[in-house]
């Protein structure tokens, strides 16, 4: 009993000082997220890379890419990247894979494109919205 007791004592101070705010309070500010959604070698490939060019892009806040990666029976996967849940790529893999440098870049093309097609539309009410 003495020894729940002294855990329950110990959790609630530990919880106490995490839920404290801190003094030193700064703002983060996050840019687009990238997530992974691969399964194969090849699809963390594809996503490492990916997000290694990610980087260096400007004026990514508010973006999220998500890379899925599904499996296509007897011929390999298909990797589709998507930007807030609208699809920009789709590319597909066979089992002995291939060159990746062309698809990272033509993904991230692709994704500047719809960026670019995203802002111009906010700008303008009289587009409708139909894709890129």
Known sequence: MKYVFCILIFLGQSYTSFAKPSKH???????????????SRFGYQFYYDF??????????SGVNITIKE???????????????????YSTAMGRRGG?????????????????????HQQRSPDLAESGW
């Open 25 to 39: 309070h700064e703002e983060v500010e996050l840019g687009g997220l990238v997530m992974d959604q691969s399964i």
């Open 99 to 119: 060159s990746l440098d062309d698809r990272v870049e033509a993904a991230l093309f692709a994704v500047m494109d719809a960026m670019a097609s995203a802002q």
């Open 70 to 88: 599904t499996v296509l029976p007897r011929a390999g996967t298909r990797l589709d990247v998507r930007m807030n849940r609208h699809l920009v």
């Open 51 to 60: 997000s290694q060019l990610w980087r260096e892009v400007p004026n990514t």
